[in-house]
């Protein structure tokens, strides 16, 4: 998409943010507290957008919204169960944005809880309710992958991977094997190199990266191409392989560059890092990874902030350049990678 139309498309959604928060305040005068959750659901909806960005604000707006929709006597309608199942699963996903895991938890188990009572309604949708059941377990994946813990992440992820031919935005499959394989890894990094479990988590992960492969191409999602890339080349350097890891990540670097997406650079740099690591050089790992940090954070990407800080702390010893010293932001043609 070119630059005018993204300013212009980042205008038109923070525009109707605004809209949306002005007429849930005058709802909230009424008080109307159905019109409420609703706009401000709409609201945190526009904030959470990729050409918004305004995390903070759709968590906030996400949890007014959920706040306000249980002021309201419980109906045990399918249409108010799963109004209010799409607060709790979108206040959960707004909350792990900005690292507020114990908001993000109470709305995954509130999620479960309204999930299992549409579960076989005369009047529900068999195909919606399978794309929620998958979508939950992928998100409680996400909760334990951002606490480092790998295992229960890979058993919620296998739960979602499961039923991955009910998820109805397509672009979702291909995106949902590239995590199958990516926490698969991060279980293998944990692993005894020698492990026989070792080698059938990286079979695991290079069958689903050929999934992934597939489905994002077949629906050009260019991020989620360059994603599956990050996740290949991270998989040759844990299986040995020396050959095409350092194309895969200039590939998903030129990715990142064309879709001027700031945040899918840092994630590159982390891929760097992780180059890095595999070369024993944890100096320059370490700045890859600290660097992606600072600039993940201050986008307002507090999630994948903190996917770099796991990888920091997981790092020996090291004499590497200090915060100050790392440089924030890439050189100007884009260029990440190794000299």
């Not at 918004?52 to 309201?72: D, G, H, N, T, Y």
């Not at 309604?121 to 790998?150: C, E, F, P």
Request: charged fraction near 25%.
């Amino acid at each position: 998409m070119p630059e005018s139309e993204r300013g212009e498309k980042r205008a038109l959604l923070v525009a109707a943010a605004e809209h949306f928060r002005l007429g849930a305040e005058a709802a909230r005068q009424i008080p109307d507290w159905a019109m409420y959750a609703q706009l401000k659901s709409l609201e945190s909806a526009a904030c959470a957008t990729g050409e918004v960005q305004a995390f903070q604000q759709a968590f906030e707006s996400a949890r007014e919204a959920l706040k306000a929709w249980r002021i309201l006597p419980f109906r045990n309608l399918t249409s108010d169960i799963s109004f209010e199942f799409n607060l709790a699963d979108a206040l959960a996903v707004r909350a792990l944005l900005v690292a507020e895991f114990d908001v993000a938890v109470d709305a995954l188990e509130r999620a479960a809880v309204l999930l299992h009572r549409l579960r076989g309604r005369h009047d529900g949708d068999r195909r919606k309710y399978i794309n929620d059941d998958v979508l939950l377990h992928w998100d409680w994946a996400y909760v334990y992958m951002t606490q480092g813990d790998s295992r229960r992440a890979f058993h919620q992820i296998l739960k979602a991977r499961r039923n991955i031919g009910g998820l109805t935005n397509p672009i979702n499959v291909g995106r949902l094997h590239c995590a199958v394989a990516t926490i698969a890894l991060a279980c293998a990094e944990d692993d005894d190199p020698k492990s026989p479990t070792r080698g059938r988590l990286l079979k695991v992960a290079k069958d689903e990266i050929a999934f992934a492969y597939q489905s994002t191409r077949d629906h050009d999602d260019q991020n989620g191409i360059a994603m599956v890339m990050l996740t290949d080349a991270l998989w040759l350097g844990m299986s040995g392989r020396k050959r095409g890891r350092i194309k895969l990540l200039n590939d998903a670097q030129a990715i990142a560059s064309t879709q001027q997406d700031p945040s899918l650079t840092e994630l590159v740099r982390i891929g760097w890092g992780d180059e890095y690591l595999i070369r024993g050089d944890f100096v320059k790992a370490a700045e890859c990874y600290r660097t992606a940090e600072m600039s993940l954070t201050r986008q307002g990407h507090v999630d994948q902030a903190r996917k770099a800080r796991l990888r920091l702390d997981r790092l020996p010893p090291v004499v590497a350049p200090s915060a100050s010293e790392t440089t924030t932001t890439p050189p100007p043609n884009g260029d990440i990678s190794p000299n």
